[in-house]
C-alpha cells in the first residue's frame, strides 16, 4: 500500500506490517500502541497456536511418552498436556523448529529439521494470508480502530510474491531496518542464547555443508545443537537485509530502528510513520 504522509494522518483506518529482524523492536512497538485502539496481530503466535498447535503438542507428547511416569498417566487420560503460547512467550513453537545436530544434546536429524522447516513455511505463508480476515475481525466483530501486523522475522524468506501483493493491498509495509549498534547486540545474543530459527532450503544446504566442513563434521549427529545455530546467525542476518531492503523498496517503506526506539506513544509513532512517507514522495 502506497500513500502520501497527508492520506495516512487523515485516513480513519490505519492498517500497518511492520517487517524485520526478530530483535529490531516489532514486537516492542505494537506492545506501546494503545490496545485500545490497536489490534496487534502476531504472526508467530497465529502459526504457533492455529497452523502447528497439533505437531507442537505431538511433540510434546512425544517427549513426555518417553518418561514411564508420564506415559502411564497419558495412556490412562489422568492428565493432558497444553501448551501456552502468548504473543510475548513463544518458546513452545522454537522447542518445535528445533536445531540440527546430536540426539544426545537434544539435536535433531537433518531430515527431521527439515520437515519441521518446511511445516513453519506453509504456516508462516497461511498466518500472513489471514491478516485480511483479521483486519475484517478487528473492524467488525471488535470494533478497533487500526491493525498492526507484527510479522515473524523470516517473512523474507519465503520467496512468495503472492503473499507480499497481498499484505501490500491490505497494509502499508514498514521494514524496520537494525543500526550497527543493534547489529552487533543480536549477533551477542545468538552466541548468549541461541534460538532456532528458519531457513530457505538452499541457504541451509550451502551452508551446512560449509560448516560441516571447518568443522570437521562427516555427519549432523555429531553436531552440538548451539554451534551451528551461533556460527550461521550472523550469514542469515546478512542474508536477509536484502531481501527485507528489496521488499520495502518495492512494496513499502524503511524506518531505521533507532528512530522506532525512540517512540513512546501512538501519537510519536503516527507522526514518524508520516515523516516517513513524507520523506519518500
Same mark, same amino acid.
Given at each position: 500500500? #502506497?500513500?502520501?504522509?497527508?492520506?495516512?494522518?487523515?485516513?480513519?483506518?490505519?492498517? @500497518?506490517? *511492520?517487517? &524485520?529482524?526478530?530483535?529490531?523492536?516489532?514486537?516492542?512497538?505494537?506492545?506501546?500502541?494503545?490496545?485500545?485502539?490497536?489490534?496487534?496481530?502476531?504472526?508467530? =503466535?497465529?502459526? &504457533?497456536?492455529?497452523?502447528?498447535?497439533?505437531?507442537?503438542?505431538?511433540?510434546?507428547?512425544?517427549?513426555?511418552?518417553?518418561?514411564?511416569?508420564?506415559?502411564?498417566?497419558?495412556?490412562?487420560?489422568?492428565?493432558?498436556?497444553?501448551?501456552?503460547?502468548?504473543?510475548?512467550? *513463544?518458546?513452545? @513453537?522454537?522447542?518445535?523448529?528445533?536445531?540440527?545436530?546430536?540426539?544426545?544434546?537434544?539435536?535433531?536429524?537433518?531430515?527431521?529439521?527439515?520437515? #519441521?522447516?518446511?511445516?513453519?513455511?506453509?504456516?508462516?505463508?497461511?498466518?500472513?494470508?489471514d491478516v485480511p480476515k483479521f483486519i475484517e475481525k478487528a473492524q467488525g466483530i471488535y470494533s478497533y480502530n487500526h491493525f498492526i501486523?507484527?510479522?515473524?522475522?523470516?517473512?523474507?524468506? *519465503?520467496?512468495?510474491?503472492?503473499?507480499?501483493?497481498?499484505?501490500? +493491498?491490505?497494509?502499508?509495509?514498514?521494514?524496520?531496518?537494525?543500526?550497527?549498534?543493534?547489529?552487533?547486540?543480536?549477533?551477542? #545474543?545468538? +552466541?548468549?542464547?541461541?534460538?532456532?530459527? =528458519?531457513?530457505?532450503?538452499?541457504?541451509?544446504?550451502?551452508?551446512?555443508?560449509?560448516?560441516?566442513?571447518?568443522?570437521? =563434521?562427516?555427519?549432523?549427529?555429531?553436531?552440538?545443537?548451539?554451534?551451528?545455530?551461533?556460527?550461521?546467525?550472523?550469514?542469515?542476518?546478512?542474508?536477509?537485509?536484502?531481501?527485507? +531492503?528489496? @521488499?520495502?523498496?518495492?512494496? &513499502? =517503506?524503511?524506518?531505521?530502528?533507532?528512530?522506532?526506539?525512540?517512540?513512546?506513544?501512538?501519537?510519536?509513532?503516527?507522526?514518524?510513520?508520516?515523516?516517513?512517507?513524507?520523506?519518500?514522495?
Open positions: 500500500m #502506497r500513500m502520501s504522509a497527508k492520506d495516512f494522518l487523515t485516513c480513519e483506518r490505519k492498517q @500497518i506490517t *511492520l517487517l &524485520g529482524m526478530s530483535g529490531a523492536g516489532k514486537t516492542t512497538l505494537a506492545n506501546k500502541l494503545s490496545p485500545k485502539k490497536w489490534f496487534h496481530y502476531s504472526g508467530d =503466535y497465529r502459526i &504457533g497456536t492455529q497452523y502447528l498447535s497439533e505437531p507442537i503438542l505431538d511433540n510434546i507428547k512425544q517427549q513426555a511418552m518417553d518418561t514411564p511416569f508420564l506415559k502411564e498417566l497419558l495412556i490412562s487420560d489422568s492428565i493432558y498436556i497444553c501448551n501456552n503460547i502468548t504473543v510475548d512467550n *513463544l518458546m513452545p @513453537i522454537s522447542s518445535f523448529m528445533g536445531k540440527i545436530g546430536n540426539p544426545d544434546l537434544g539435536g535433531l536429524s537433518l531430515e527431521t529439521f527439515k520437515n #519441521r522447516q518446511l511445516l513453519h513455511r506453509e504456516a508462516e505463508i497461511a498466518a500472513m494470508k501486523n507484527d510479522a515473524g522475522g523470516s517473512v523474507c524468506e *519465503l520467496d512468495e510474491p503472492e503473499v507480499l501483493n497481498l499484505l501490500a +493491498q491490505h497494509t502499508l509495509i514498514i521494514y524496520i531496518k537494525t543500526s550497527k549498534d543493534q547489529e552487533q547486540l543480536l549477533f551477542d #545474543r545468538a +552466541q548468549q542464547d541461541p534460538k532456532p530459527l =528458519y531457513y530457505r532450503v538452499d541457504f541451509l544446504e550451502e551452508n551446512l555443508k560449509t560448516f560441516m566442513a571447518e568443522h570437521h =563434521y562427516s555427519h549432523t549427529d555429531q553436531i552440538p545443537p548451539n554451534e551451528f545455530v551461533s556460527w550461521v546467525f550472523p550469514r542469515l542476518f546478512h542474508a536477509r537485509l536484502p531481501r527485507y +531492503q528489496a @521488499i520495502a523498496d518495492q512494496y &513499502g =517503506y524503511t524506518v531505521d530502528a533507532s528512530a522506532i526506539a525512540k517512540v513512546q506513544n501512538e501519537d510519536e509513532f503516527i507522526n514518524l510513520i508520516a515523516q516517513t512517507l513524507d520523506n519518500n514522495s
